[in-house]
């Protein structure tokens, strides 16, 4: 008994309580199975805390940088020198190096080194498009489609001169 | 899918001489496929020439009514026209 009236305990005591509860403990995780030999302890628990820490770092890369898959859908609001009566849906996604956008309604796409310039590209050719389709219709069904859901949509500047 | 093999160029040199389309020049260049003589499909392809990038190469393989593999064929010129126009006479 020491001057605190506890009992001392001796190094090789030290081993005990980790030795029992590996005898009593009933595993529920992984993490929570210890394994653990008498002679390398110290050096089993700092194995398993790597392994943790590997772990914990594989999860938050997963969450913290998910762009390598990730879409976004974006409405624009205008093209570039005509008006949209009710937006258009975009998804945007990385390629490559750069972006690319592209239509929901009609296969049109944009790209550029950013969501800015892919996005522009896309306007522009949007209201390319649209200047194809007016010319005539000598076009196939789905483009007559196209054709019919773009005026719907478009405010072209001359029709916005006589409002 | 073959995209890193190509560059814009093929793909606008396969399109001019196989498909008969011919470009627009503007930022971008646009044409259209006609299929007797009515405009079918619509492909646009960046100025320069530079690597297609995966999901461009995909838009435009789209654009032309293919799947990835058909486009992959059309542009190594085992697809004809006439194979090409059989193909998008049904979609």
């Not at chain 1, 409405?75 to 998804?91: F, G, H, Y």
């Not at chain 2, 093929?10 to 007797?36: A, M, P, S, Y």
Request: aromatic share 6%.
């Amino acid at each position: 008994m020491d001057y605190l009236g506890m009992k001392r305990i001796e190094s090789t005591d030290t081993r005990k309580p980790l030795a029992s509860l590996r005898e009593n403990s009933v595993p529920t995780s992984p993490y929570r199975r210890l394994d653990i030999s008498a002679g390398d302890s110290t050096s089993f628990i700092n194995k398993r805390i790597a392994n943790i820490k590997g772990d914990l770092a594989k999860m938050i890369s997963t969450f913290e940088c998910p762009q390598k898959s990730s879409f976004s859908i974006v409405k624009i609001q205008r093209l570039v020198s005509m008006n949209l009566t009710t937006p258009l849906d975009v998804i945007v996604e990385p390629d490559g190096d750069g972006v690319i956008a592209n239509a929901v309604d009609f296969p049109v796409y944009g790209s550029g080194d950013d969501v800015i310039d892919a996005l522009e590209m896309l306007k522009r050719d949007i209201e390319s498009l649209y200047h194809d389709l007016m010319e005539d219709d000598n076009l196939a069904s789905e483009w007559l489609q196209v054709k019919q859901f773009l005026k719907e949509r478009i405010i072209a500047p001359d029709e916005k001169r006589q409002v | 899918m073959k995209s890193a093999k190509f560059d814009t160029h093929d793909i606008i040199r396969v399109c001019k001489n196989k498909l008969d389309i011919t470009f627009r020049d503007g930022k971008e260049q646009n044409g259209w496929f006609l299929l007797q003589g009515v405009k079918k499909a619509r492909i646009t392809i960046p100025k320069g020439r530079k690597p297609v990038p995966l999901n461009t190469y995909k838009s435009m393989a789209r654009q032309l009514l293919l799947s990835v593999d058909e486009f992959d064929e059309l542009i190594e010129c085992t697809v004809t026209k006439r194979a090409y126009e059989q193909l998008v006479s049904e979609r």
